[in-house]
Every structure is written in structure tokens, then in C-alpha cells.
């Protein structure tokens, strides 16, 4: 109990900064990133409040696992097999060129020996994967070319830390600790992986479902937690990246009907530690370096910018990439990343270089993220107009998210609808919150997610934002009215196609201004009493007309006690058999002698003659 004073009041200056910083930098078009960053700097090497910034930064680097986590939740093995080109073409050849060019400089100039200018040149090479992916998401680029190139490059660079760290030992000036044959390693890598490919495809979705039939959201939230992190350990104990056993196991969920629900547990956990990993960036600039090597770091962390941002516009261009995206690509990129953090410090650990010289590493990687929403946000002035309308269009959407309609709901209506849309050449996303109608309709090959529509983080994760129409086929009224509700808030210029309960739901939800509602028994009844007539000897095209008269009636009905009330249009209902023909037109006006049968039937047809 004794350090719990002490991790509150750290707890509340973390938090007090963010709210205060983000807002603000937010407002000056900085970014929520850069204000963080400051944020960090403030709170520790300027005013000292926190001095235990790296101990906050090891934890807070789960931020990062939890973004490739959710990132890999977007990305199929097959999308990801189409992407392998940029991923293995071009982001191989940003790592070698950048790496290169950035190991000749260093040694040439004399500042390290070779070994460490080898780590030193391919470790500023790497970008930051968490100040990257944040920017594109806030400008809303992350499902363009641009975007998806960019993080092509982000994934080869997060790869490649693994064999940067296993040149440590061979590279140290003392033998190495580890004196495992390199094939057992090997052997022990493929081991976990394999292990995570067939938990993925047999073990998690069970587990998913049976959790789900508990109806405790608490428990899908941890589990959720619990399949991250323990991918994530599993990766770090075979010694490959922790991030990357999290970004494989979004990968092998991305097929799983539980996806967009995983996805909105993870939310909240993943935008806090991401602020807190920048914050903790900050906390951990070490100002003395910075004074005691001011020239050096005047120079290089510029130099670093330039010199990334020119061989990444180069490589993309000679990967086909036009003007304006390479621009964007180069200077989105321009950083030194996450991981050279943990690959400076095991250098220095190992005697590749000094302990002074790997945290003066460190302080250029950080000041070089302090300038990435500069100049990302300098892009806009490189750009050719010409150029913008043609590289700025969005690419197909990730499969199973953004569809042209969002299915809420997929009882017996939104099974009968999606037939419809679906032999209409129409994409459809469907959430339903229960976890049987799921596991069923999985079965018969629907793309159905298991989530609850009334959540706004789970309606985001299922791509509502890129829907054109959402249709909310669920069977209580009030729960309709909630998502109705929900919708129309956050998302004001979504259209709604609802399904309604009875007349006065139906009254209500035009009320509410949605685009279009249908009573669930509305046309199944036209058409039971349009074949009953027809069983009964009436002709089908008289039976069609009929039919097609009522459905007016009930419109027309509908009209009127949207203004006077529920019980007005009463005179346009049948109550008794028609007599005659309820649609021959009349040879003359009705004389004033007829009873009240004749009466009815009169404004029958007056009522079908407009």
C-alpha cells in the first residue's frame, strides 16, 4: 500500500496531461501525437514530476501490440498474400537502401566502427509503426494506396528487427550469452507460430462461442486481453517480436465471426496505451544528452529526416508509386521507430557501441518523432493538384468491413432481406448479437460477426462509417429505437432502413426520421390474403390489384395518423364484404337513397378512384 500514493499521483499527471495536451495540439492541427510527446517532455525532463520514464515506456509499448493487433483483425491472409508485393518488394528495399546509405554516412564519417554502424545505420532505418499508423488514421488515409503501401513498409520493418537482433551477439565484442544452435531457435520460432495457425482455426472460435452464450460482456473483454497478450508472450519466448505475435494473431482471428466485437473490447485499451507510449517518449528524452551533444544532435536528427524521406521517395517511385504518394509515403516515414529503442539498448548492452552513444541513438529517434506531424503535415504543400484526384482515391475496402449495407440483426426478416441484396451483387456486413444465430448462420456461408449494435464502438469497428445504407433488422422495438437512436447521433448523414414492429412503431420511426421502415408482417399478410383470394376463384390479376390497392389504403392510412393520431383514417378500412367490384368505377354518383352497405362500398371506390 505504501507505493499506491505515489502510482496515483503519477496515474493523474499522465492522465492530466493527456487531457489537457491533446485538445490543444489537436486544435492547432499538430496532432493528438505530438501534443503527448510534449505532454511526456513537460512532465518529466522539464519539471522532473516522473523520473522512472523508461519503466513507463516497457509498458506502455503494449500500445503498440494492441495496434498490430487490430490491424491484423482488417487483414486476411488472402489480402494479406495480395499486399506481398509491397510488403516484401518494397518495404525490403526501403530497409536495405535506407539501412545502406544510413551504415556508409556513419562509418565513413568515423563516428562508430563497422559493427556499430551496421546497427546503428539499419536500426535508424526502421520508422515508428505507433506515429505512422496514428496520423493515418486520424486523416482518415489508412484504407488508401497511400496508407496501404505505407504500411507495407511498416510490416517489413517490423520483421526486420528480428534478424537486426539476432546480429547482436554475432557483432558483440564479448561471446554471446546464448549459445543455442541457431537451428534450434529457428525450430523453436516455427514451433510457436505454428502453434498460434492452429489455436487461431480450431481453438479460439469454441472458446469465443462459449463465452458469448454467458451474455457477460466482462468476459468477452478479458478474453479478448487474454488472446492478445498471451500471443503476444508466446512470440516474445520463442524471441521473435511481441507486436508481430499480436499483429499474427489479429491475422488468424480476421475470419472469425467474433472479429468486430474483439475489435471494440480492444479499442479502448489500445488508444490509452498508445497515449501513454508517446508519453512515455517523452519521458524518457534525456535532456543532458541533448545539452552535452547539442551540435550532434542539431545536425543529425535533420539529417536523419532528409535522408530517410529521399530514399523512401526514390524507392517508392521506383516501386510505381506516382509523385503525390511518394511524397505522402516520405514524409510519413521520415522517423526513427519504437524498436530502435530496444535495439540501441541491447547493442550497448552487448559492447556493439558505448552505453553514451546508444542513448544519444535514442534521443535522435525521439526528436526525430517529435518532428513527424511536421512533416507529414508539409506534404500538402509538395503535392501536385493535377495528381490529386486520381492517387487520393480510396482502394477496395478491407473484405468484411465497409460494405454497402450494415446488417443489425439476422432473424427471420434480415435472413429474407439479405437474399435480396445479396442476388444483388450487394456486399453486406452483418452483426447479430446472438452467439447461436451466429454459429448457424456461419454454417450456411454468411458473413456475420458476432457483436452488439447497441455499441458504438462495435457499429465503428463493423464499418459504419463506409456504409452506404444501415439496416437494422432486429425484432424488438425498443432495442430498434436504441440502434435508431445511436445511429442518428453519431452518424447524421448514415441512412436508416429500419424494420418496424407494429403500425405505431412504424408512426414512430417516421417520426424519427429515418429513410425508410416496414412493418415485419406488413407484405407477408398483403400476400396470404392476395392467395387466399386467388384459392378462392378470384382472377390473379384482380387479386394483384386488389392487393396493390390495400397496400395504397394502409399508406394513405398512415398519412393521416401521423398528424391526427392512431385512431383517424378509419373510414378507409374494410369492415364487411365490398359490393359490387371494389375497383369498377362507378357509371353514376351514388343516389342518396342507398343504405349503409352501399354507403361503404361508395367511398370504397371514391377512395380507390384517387
Not at 339 to 354: M, N
Request: charged fraction near 20%; charge should be negative.
Amino acid at each position: 500500500m505504501s507505493t499506491t500514493p505515489v502510482l496515483t499521483s503519477q496515474a493523474l499527471l499522465l492522465l492530466g496531461g493527456a487531457v489537457v495536451a491533446a485538445p490543444i495540439f489537436k486544435k492547432l492541427g499538430l496532432g493528438t501525437v505530438l501534443g503527448y510527446l510534449a505532454a511526456g517532455v513537460i512532465i518529466g525532463p522539464v519539471f522532473h514530476q516522473i523520473t522512472d520514464g523508461e519503466e513507463i515506456l516497457g509498458f506502455a509499448e503494449l500500445g503498440v501490440v494492441f495496434l498490430l493487433f487490430v490491424i491484423g483483425l482488417e487483414l486476411k491472409m488472402s489480402r494479406l498474400w495480395a499486399m506481398r508485393r509491397d510488403i516484401f518488394g518494397l518495404g525490403s528495399a526501403q530497409v536495405l537502401v535506407t539501412g545502406g546509405l544510413l551504415f556508409l554516412i556513419i562509418y565513413e564519417l568515423g563516428l562508430l566502427d563497422a559493427s556499430g554502424s551496421l546497427i546503428a545505420g539499419f536500426g535508424l532505418a526502421l520508422s515508428s509503426t505507433a506515429f505512422a499508423l496514428q496520423i493515418l488514421d486520424e486523416k482518415g488515409d489508412t484504407n488508401t494506396r497511400t496508407g496501404q503501401r505505407a504500411f507495407s513498409i511498416l510490416l517489413l520493418q517490423d520483421l526486420a528487427i528480428v534478424p537486426l537482433l539476432a546480429l547482436i551477439p554475432l557483432l558483440a565484442l564479448q561471446a554471446p550469452e546464448d549459445t543455442t544452435p541457431p537451428i534450434e531457435d529457428f525450430s523453436v520460432a516455427l514451433g510457436a507460430i505454428l502453434v498460434m495457425v492452429l489455436a487461431g482455426r480450431y481453438l479460439i472460435n469454441p472458446f469465443f462461442r462459449i463465452l458469448a452464450r454467458t451474455g457477460a460482456r466482462e468476459i468477452m473483454i478479458a478474453a479478448a486481453l487474454l488472446i492478445v497478450l498471451g500471443a503476444a508472450t508466446l512470440m516474445q519466448m520463442a524471441q521473435l517480436s511481441m507486436a508481430m505475435g499480436a499483429f499474427l494473431a489479429g491475422v488468424l482471428l480476421a475470419e472469425s465471426t467474433y472479429r468486430h466485437e474483439l475489435e471494440a473490447d480492444i479499442e479502448p485499451f489500445r488508444g490509452l496505451l498508445l497515449a501513454l507510449f508517446f508519453m512515455a517518449v517523452g519521458l524518457s528524452l534525456q535532456i543532458d544528452v541533448i545539452f552535452s551533444n547539442w551540435l550532434t544532435v542539431l545536425i543529425a536528427v535533420p539529417l536523419l529526416v532528409v535522408i530517410k524521406a529521399v530514399s523512401l521517395y526514390a524507392v517508392c517511385r521506383l516501386f510505381g508509386s506516382g509523385h503525390n504518394e511518394a511524397v505522402r509515403i516520405a514524409l510519413l516515414l521520415p522517423q526513427g521507430g519504437e524498436f530502435g529503442f530496444v535495439l540501441f539498448s541491447a547493442a550497448a548492452a552487448a559492447g556493439v557501441f558505448a552505453d553514451a552513444t546508444g542513448s544519444l541513438l535514442v534521443v535522435i529517434v525521439t526528436l526525430s518523432m517529435a518532428l513527424t506531424p511536421v512533416a507529414s503535415a508539409l506534404s500538402r504543400y509538395l503535392v501536385r493538384d493535377e495528381e490529386e484526384e486520381a492517387e487520393d482515391e480510396m482502394e477496395e475496402d478491407f473484405e468484411g468491413a465497409g460494405a454497402d449495407v450494415l446488417m443489425i440483426g439476422f432473424s427471420r426478416f434480415g435472413q429474407i432481406a439479405a437474399q435480396i441484396l445479396l442476388a444483388g451483387g450487394r456486399d453486406v456486413t452483418i452483426i447479430d448479437h446472438s452467439a447461436a444465430r451466429v454459429e448457424q448462420a456461419s454454417t450456411f456461408g454468411f458473413r456475420i460477426y458476432f457483436g452488439d449494435g447497441m455499441r458504438l464502438d462495435v457499429l465503428r469497428a463493423a464499418g459504419i462509417e463506409r456504409a452506404k445504407i444501415v439496416a437494422i433488422c432486429t425484432h424488438r422495438k425498443e432495442i430498434t429505437d436504441r440502434i435508431v437512436d445511436l445511429v442518428q447521433s453519431e452518424f447524421p448523414n448514415a441512412r436508416i432502413f429500419a424494420r418496424s414492429y407494429d403500425r405505431q412503431h412504424t408512426l414512430q420511426l417516421r417520426a424519427r426520421g429515418v429513410d425508410y421502415e416496414v412493418r415485419e408482417t406488413l407484405e407477408s399478410g398483403l400476400l396470404f390474403g392476395q392467395r387466399t383470394l386467388e384459392g378462392l376463384g378470384v382472377p390473379d390479376a384482380q387479386a394483384i390489384a386488389i392487393t396493390t390497392d390495400i397496400r395504397r389504403r394502409d399508406e394513405a392510412r398512415l398519412e393521416v395518423q401521423a398528424v391526427d393520431g392512431l385512431t383517424a383514417g378509419r373510414d378507409m378500412l374494410h369492415f364487411r364484404p365490398v359490393k359490387p367490384e371494389p375497383l369498377m368505377k362507378p357509371k353514376r354518383e351514388p343516389a342518396a337513397s342507398l343504405g349503409p352497405d352501399e354507403e361503404i362500398a361508395a367511398a370504397d371506390r371514391a377512395q380507390v378512384a384517387k
